[in-house]
C-alpha cells in the first residue's frame, strides 16, 4: 500500500528556515504528482504546493510564493518542501500528499503529517 512518511518539522523563529521532506513507498513514484498541504486546528486542510511527476511544473499557494519550494527526486523517491522567510502564520500541521493515481493531479494519499511552529 502506499506510505508517505514526514520529516523535518520542529519549532523554528520568524524569518528562519525549515525542510520538510516525505519518502514515499508502495507506489510508481515517477508517475505521481506529489503535494504538500497544511492544517490549522478548526480549519480546512489547504495547499501549499503541488509538483507534476515529471518535476516539469509546480503551483504554489499565494500566501507561499516565493518562500516555498517544492522538489523531488525521482531516483530516491522523496519530495521536499524548503521553506524560507517563515511567519507565524506559517503554523501548521504539514501533510504530504501523493496523487489519487498515476499522472493525477488529484491528491488522493495522505501522510501523517509533522508539526511546524513558527514563532514570533
Known amino acids: 500500500q502506499v506510505q508517505l512518511v514526514e520529516s523535518g518539522g520542529g519549532l523554528v523563529q520568524a524569518g528562519g528556515s525549515l525542510r520538510l521532506s516525505c519518502a514515499a513507498s508502495g507506489l510508481t513514484f515517477s508517475r505521481y504528482a506529489m503535494g504538500w498541504f497544511r492544517q490549522v486546528p478548526g480549519k480546512e486542510r489547504e495547499l501549499v504546493a503541488r509538483?507534476?511527476?515529471?518535476?516539469?511544473?509546480?503551483n504554489y499557494a499565494d500566501s507561499v510564493k516565493g518562500r516555498f519550494t517544492i522538489s523531488r527526486d525521482n531516483a530516491v523517491n522523496t519530495v521536499d518542501l524548503q521553506m524560507n522567510s517563515l511567519k507565524p502564520e506559517d503554523t501548521a500541521v504539514y501533510y504530504c500528499?501523493?496523487?489519487?493515481?498515476?499522472?493525477?493531479?488529484?491528491?488522493?494519499?495522505w501522510g501523517k503529517g509533522t508539526l511546524v511552529t513558527v514563532s514570533s
Open positions: 509538483i507534476r511527476w515529471s518535476g516539469g511544473s509546480t
Open positions: 500528499a501523493a496523487g489519487s493515481g498515476p499522472l493525477n493531479w488529484t491528491m488522493g494519499y
